[in-house]
């Protein structure tokens, strides 16, 4: 399933939002110096990031059709196609490991041990992402009446899940979490081209998702033509021992 979304890299790059200037300075203020790799990368929305506070940037994702839309946003970045658990760390190990809405797709019984041993000392993880959430209530319930229809049998992750694991895996000298908040209205169009980004939406067969993306153009036109997202953005930072 993590290679879905190259079935929908160009429209992946094209409407998932990016990241804000408070994100790229905590990060840079906390990061030692050295290499900066970012583990899951798809098309390049967190590379972007550590393009920013960071000269030498690797990018390690494992589908070409990704891949290739990150190499040519971004040609002096090394992209090299592997999975977090196939790929080998520099010698002496990174100053930033960066994961960008994509710690789910890692191993979860190894992720945290790797990404530590992939980090200089005191180097520094950074695992960051977007929830969405709707700032209207009514729209919320009746954007989750569509998905329930659909049969959603993904279970929604606790808002702070990242922040637990890190936690929880015992392997990090500290962790800490930062968040921010944002409405962003989107149009009808611009909600069915996110939602078609989603990996439980590409779960689903054609048909269905003709279907869903029917119903969602119906209720959102039934909202006057535009939602409320209550975009939320996580950071999380884990520094390693010495």
Known sequence: MALV?????ALYDDVRPGYRAELRQAIGER????PAVDIGAGTGKGTEVL???RDEVTAIEPDPRMAAVL??????????????EEWTPPPGGAGLLACAMAWHWMDAATRNQRAAAALAP???LAVFGHRFAYAD?????AIGEVFDRARRDVPMRPEHWIA??????GVWASVDELEWREDRPLSTEGYLDLTRTFSPFRRHSPELQRRVLDDLRATIDGFGGTIALDLRTSL?????HR
């Not at 190499?71 to 977090?84: G, I, N």
């Not at 209530?137 to 319930?141: F, K, L, T």
């Open 51 to 53: 393009l920013a506070i």
């Open 71 to 84: 190499r040519a946003k971004f040609p002096a970045v090394d992209v090299l196609e592997s999975t977090f």
């Open 31 to 34: 990061a030692p110096a050295g």
């Open 122 to 124: 005191e180097g520094v």
């Open 164 to 169: 637990d694991d890190v936690r929880g895996s």
């Open 236 to 240: 999380v930072l884990a520094v390693r």
């Open 5 to 9: 979304f190259g079935e929908v890299a």
């Open 137 to 141: 209530e009514a729209q919320s319930a």
